[in-house]
């Protein structure tokens, strides 16, 4: 008996549930719609990709290296004879691991920091301020350099360099954005109510940042795809036997002479399209307003 | 006025974040690999051969040491030896330098009017089919990446019109102009990259002096329209221009890196990416020093030029 009256309601419920996901998903800008599918599609291809890719990624087969694409090997097989679209379709899954984690690294360092920076005013802000400026007096390119010469190339240094290249960057637009939030009614209405200063920040003010912090997440999410793809491309970011597409690139760039333009377009054009698609979301946020980069 | 006392605060500043990443360098570079003399030698070099050389080398002294030894020579202009080479580096940096500021140069011959013009027409058209087409455009060029756009130009003009060399080196002896010519196809991705975002910020600034006061009292006042453009406009709109430009100098660099490396230019990128790779560390911390050097002083010069363009901005440069 319960059970058969609990169950309209249970339908009744995701009933309401669906047609309230479809009522914010039509609210939404068609560039985020668009974007966070391919998106989808990239994150499909990394969790699910080796069980229907047409060959093995990693096989080499001697016979067709370098072949032009044809109805065999739609893309075509690069200097070991492996098949790049399956190579493409595997290939999503380390930039896809480390991107975000650099991401989220970079950006809930870069917010605690702007949280406090900006909460506190006086001597813990202004040496904190100048300490920021310093960091990003380092050309970014010369800290990944000198920090994954001295850590040595691979997945986690890249998660690292780039979360550290990336704090200072959010930890000054979050602390602009909470230094407009201090002057709020409900702060000081907090603080007479003798609310901790760590319970202002993260209760009260972190809650109406959010969607700073959300842009910065998104945006820097894009960079982190265009930084890592060309880090790998240089030699210094993911490394062999990873079918990266960055890697795949390099590899593809010295055959490029004798007119084998596949390898080396076709994991271009991957590389485009998940940059694309996180710039498309980013901007349908509005992101692209002000910023700078 | 620029006031001396913000002027020699700024340059107290500047020398200060110099010498932080001076140590950064050498720390990363000299004490996190560890063994110098092991390095060089190799796993199964005779251990005294390697107490040798590391003495030679100064590696066995404290590290406060070695840090004054590198900082002192570095500043008389030795940045030691190189150890793939075995030759001293400042001459290797010193010409790469030159080769890099080339192609800087050319770079920047297409990125201004570009950049600048694109975004005057763009925020005089507000609104209107050119305006979103210029924006969208920028957009569209500065999400992809150096190495992809290079790559594309370089198949495209380079090997299927051959309409380019697809080297950034010219022949020994070639002429200014013959130089130049090679450079165009490599400075193409970065100034596409650059000139959206050049462009957008031009854009936001012509909106805004339009819309100013000091606009509508030139037009009430009836100047023509080309010199309230000039004269009020631009003068008021370029000053972001010109600070965004100083500040994209760290990305310029980092492009540098994957041109070079792309179009085979033995520039400062290229110098540094080698140098990484290989693990030559002296050569490494004289390429980056110089890199670090560039980008504070280009952000130093950037904002010493608002201050001069804009007199609001005087009396707060921002240290």
């Keep these: 008996m319960m059970e058969l009256m609990e169950l309209p309601r249970r339908g009744a419920l995701g009933w309401r549930a669906a047609s309230r996901i479809r009522e914010t998903v039509s609210q939404l800008p068609p560039s985020v719609i668009v974007g966070s599918l391919l998106l989808l599609f990239w994150v499909g291809c990394a969790v699910f990709g080796s069980l229907f890719v047409p060959y093995d990624p990693y096989a080499e087969d001697f016979l067709v290296m370098l072949a032009p694409p044809d109805a065999a090997h739609w893309f075509g097989t690069d200097q070991l004879g492996r098949d790049v679209l399956s190579r493409i379709v595997v290939g999503s899954r380390d930039i896809l691991l480390v991107a975000p984690a650099a991401t989220l690294l970079g950006v809930a360092a870069g917010s605690v920091l702007g949280l406090v920076l900006g909460y506190f005013d006086g001597l813990v802000d202004a040496i904190g301020a100048r300490l920021l400026d310093t960091l990003m007096a380092f050309p970014f390119i010369v800290l990944v350099t000198m920090t994954l010469v001295a850590l040595g190339p691979s997945n986690l240094t890249v998660i690292l360099v780039i979360g550290i290249a990336y704090a200072p960057l959010v930890a000054r637009t979050v602390r602009a954005a909470v230094r407009e939030q201090r002057k709020r009614d409900y702060v000081s209405a907090a603080r007479l109510g003798g609310e901790s200063a760590l319970a202002i920040m993260f209760l009260e003010i972190l809650p109406n940042v959010r969607e700073t912090i959300l842009i910065e997440l998104v945006t820097r999410l894009g960079y982190a795809f265009f930084s890592i793809a060309t880090l790998s491309f240089l030699g210094l970011g993911i490394q062999p036997p990873s079918a990266d597409w960055g890697l795949a690139v390099a590899d593809g760039y010295g055959f490029l002479t004798g007119g084998k333009w596949w390898v080396v377009i076709f994991n271009s054009a991957a590389i485009v399209s998940l940059v694309m698609a996180t710039n498309l979301i980013a901007q349908g946020m509005g992101a692209f307003e002000n910023s700078d980069r | ?319």
């Design chain 2, 1 to 319: 006025m620029l006031t001396g006392r913000t002027l020699s605060a700024r340059a107290a500043t500047l020398l200060l974040t110099l010498w932080l990443v001076s140590m950064l360098v050498f720390f990363a570079g000299q004490v996190l690999p560890g063994d110098v003399g092991r390095l060089m030698l190799g796993p199964f070099a005779d251990a005294e051969a390697v107490a040798a050389l590391n003495k030679q080398l100064g590696a066995d002294q404290p590290v406060l040491v070695q840090y004054w030894h590198w900082f002192s020579n570095a500043l008389s202009g030795d940045f030691g030896t190189s150890l793939s080479l075995r030759l001293p580096v400042a001459p290797f940096v010193l010409e790469s330098l030159k080769r890099s500021a080339a192609l800087a140069g050319v770079i920047l011959v297409f990125l201004l009017p570009l950049g600048i013009g694109t975004g005057i027409v763009a925020g005089l058209n507000q609104g209107r089919f050119i305006d979103r087409l210029i924006v969208l455009a920028g957009v569209s060029f500065g999400i992809v990446p150096d190495f992809v756009s290079g790559l594309l130009l370089l198949i495209v003009f380079g090997l299927w019109l051959n309409w380019f060399p697809i080297t950034g080196a010219a022949p020994d002896g070639a002429g200014l102009w013959v130089s130049g010519y090679y450079l165009i196809l490599p400075a193409l991705p970065l100034v596409l990259n650059l000139a959206g975002y050049i462009a957008r910020m031009t854009r936001a600034g012509v909106i805004e002096a339009l819309a100013a006061d000091y606009t509508r009292t030139a037009v009430l006042k009836g100047l023509e329209r080309r010199e309230i453009l000039i004269r009020h406009v631009l003068r008021n709109a370029l000053t972001p221009t010109i600070a965004v430009l100083a500040t994209q100098t760290g990305y310029m660099l980092g492009g540098l890196v994957v041109i070079e490396a792309l179009f085979g230019i033995q520039g400062l990128g290229n110098l540094v990416l080698n140098a990484a790779k290989s693990r030559d560390f002296p050569m490494l911390e004289a390429g980056v020093l110089v890199m670090a050097t560039i980008f504070v002083l280009s952000a130093a010069a950037g904002d010493l030029v608002q201050a001069l363009l804009d007199p609001r901005q005087r009396r707060h440069v921002s240290p």
